[in-house]
């Protein structure tokens, strides 16, 4: 048998001594595998960064799971026969309505495994006055301690602070524009049922929504409760989750435990995650194809190499070396070819990545096209990588170890 080389094992020392034979096939299959794994990281990077972006700025503004009343439902008029005694039911006026015994079913939320935060609010439509002028608003009564882990408004503040203690209330920069508005201001808040209340404008808060900062006015809980005649009660239960991903399955338990109708982000959002749905296949076909290339690549240079060594697979099989060992010597060079074109393809991705986000940027400088680089991202593309290799190099080893000696060196 071939001695082993002193500080290596026999099989390590005899695929190195391959790849170094074979240097230029070497250093085409590394290039190859090298690009794939860069592009396979730059696009996943891009693609989990764009949809993170998209994500946080629709979640931004709201909660992942609402919950308020069941709907109003109207129920037909029947004779004695019980049959329907008019042809069509008109579906009756959603009035604005509170939860029953809500501070039980607040609990119950918070209790609840996945839930983060919860937090009661009452919402309702409004106008804003001052002067002459006036605006249709959403007014938006919340919980000045429990309602920041839901839509923390601080960060938010262009103009003024976030205390709604007494007749105080936030509201949108557009809003503010229109009604010439600023903190320490006064606005006539009227209510459709004619309640009226006048506040000082605590602060002017910018969310990135337009249509949001004309809109939205916030205000205290109680403050919001006497406006909108639901004096001790709330309209909506808003729930924040850790798994942003599950929320639609657990509207649906927190709907059915509390008897509540539940509407999560996902069902809200349904094109925005149909979108997201979409880019994930896409991103996982490219990836497909490209590591079906590099698996061909491979295959194809490992077949040439056992053709070209054939005379030295057959005489370390008169030697005695096993099929086994020369099977693993050709997996091993699969192994290392797959790290090594990793190790670069993860630098050339990351290199990439980073100079695309210098490309655009947003007026606050934050890059518009964000790229996300994390360790998991690396390790599972090494994985798939070094998997790859593995995959490539099977189909030449197994016909290396299946090589007769006598014939592989009678015919070199």
């Known amino acids: 048998m071939t001695p082993e080389p002193p500080g290596l094992p026999f099989i390590w020392a005899v695929a190195l001594r391959f790849l170094r034979e074979g240097r230029t096939q070497t250093q085409l299959i590394l290039l190859g595998i090298g690009t794939g794994v860069g592009v396979i990281v730059f696009l996943s990077a891009l693609i989990t960064g764009l949809q993170g972006s998209l994500v946080e700025k629709t979640l931004g503004t709201q909660a992942h799971i609402v919950l308020r009343p069941p709907e109003d439902v109207a129920r037909p008029q029947l004779d ?61 009564g919340v919980d000045p301690e429990t309602f920041p882990a839901i839509l923390d408004l601080g960060p938010r503040l262009v103009e003024g602070d976030g205390d709604l203690g007494a007749t105080r209330a936030l509201v949108g920069t557009e809003l503010a524009h229109d009604l010439g508005l600023s903190a320490g201001d006064r606005v006539r808040i009227q209510a459709p049922g004619g ?17 949001l900062n004309q809109r939205w006015v916030f205000v205290s809980l109680r403050n919001a409760q006497t406006l909108l005649d639901l004096a001790g009660g709330v309209s909506t239960l808003e729930v924040k989750v850790d798994r942003i991903f599950e929320a ?8 059915a435990a509390t008897g509540l109708q ?54 370390l099989r008169a030697f005695g070396t096993s099929r086994r060992q020369v099977m693993g010597i050709f997996l091993l060079q699969g192994g290392l070819l797959g790290l090594a074109g990793a190790a670069g393809g993860c630098l050339l991705g990351m290199v990439l990545g980073l100079f695309f986000q210098t490309l655009a940027t947003n007026p606050d400088g934050s890059p518009t096209f964000p790229v996300a680089l994390d360790t998991a991202l690396f390790l599972r593309t090494v994985a798939i990588a070094v998997g790859t290799g593995l995959v490539g190099a099977w189909l030449p080893a197994r016909r290396a170890a299946r090589m007769d000696p006598a014939a592989a060196i009678r015919h070199t």
Do not use: C, H, Y
């Not at 026969?81 to 039911?89: F, L, P, T």
């Not at 309640?195 to 249509?211: E, L, M, P, S, Y």
């Not at 979409?278 to 698996?295: C, G, L, T």
């Open 248 to 255: 639609e399955a657990l509207a649906q338990r927190l709907g």
């Open 262 to 315: 539940a509407d999560s982000w996902m069902k809200l959002n349904a094109q925005l995650l149909v979108g997201l749905r979409s880019q994930n296949s896409s991103s996982i076909m490219i990836q497909v194809f490209i590591i079906v290339a590099v698996v061909l690549g491979i295959a194809s240079v490992l077949v040439v190499s056992v053709v070209q060594k054939s005379r030295e697979i057959g005489i």
């Open 195 to 211: 309640q009226d209340a006048v506040f000082t404008v605590a602060g002017v808060f910018d969310v990135g929504n337009k249509d």
């Open 80 to 140: 004695r026969a019980g049959a329907a005694v008019a042809g069509r039911v008109q579906p009756p006026e959603q009035r604005l309505r509170t939860i029953l015994d809500w501070p039980k079913a607040l609990a119950a939320l918070r209790a609840t495994p996945g839930v983060t935060a919860a937090s009661p609010t009452v919402a309702g439509s409004a106008f804003a006055f001052r002067g002459n002028a006036n605006r249709s608003v959403a007014l938006r």
